[in-house]
């Protein structure tokens, strides 16, 4: 298991940006595939993002692509997400999630979640 932390959310304007960060504990770090989840208010967690153990793989929920980007720093330990051009949509309470083996998107498959950090967008 990794401990995970999310900082970074906040309130902005409706075509604004933000980064939402995601520190992880533990010395193992890079053998972890790493992902964005978000629950919007009366809606069941959904898909955001996910990056491979390298950094080298991404993968994006259709909603998100090419306005989202999810990186690593394995160095660092940490993972973050560049939301650009935000709608309202996409507010939510995003979460970092981890988990050993191949990319999937299926939060179940995730063992390890941050206590999410929430992001609202005004129109």
């Known amino acids: 298991q990794v401990q995970l932390v999310e900082s970074g959310g906040g309130l902005v304007q409706a075509g604004g940006s933000l980064r939402l960060s995601c520190a992880a504990s533990?010395?193992?770090?890079?053998?972890?595939?790493m992902a964005w989840f978000r629950q919007a208010p009366g809606k069941e967690r959904e898909f955001v993002a996910a990056v491979s153990r390298s950094g080298g793989s991404t993968y994006y929920a259709d909603s998100v692509k090419g306005r989202f980007t999810i990186s690593r720093d394995n160095a660092k330990n940490t993972v973050s997400l560049q939301m650009n051009s935000l709608k309202p949509e996409d507010t939510a309470v995003y979460y970092c999630a981890a988990r050993n083996g191949v990319i999937v998107t299926t939060e179940a498959y995730f063992g390890s979640w941050g206590q999410g950090t929430q992001v609202t967008v005004s129109s």
């Open positions: 533990g010395r193992t770090f890079s053998s972890y595939v």
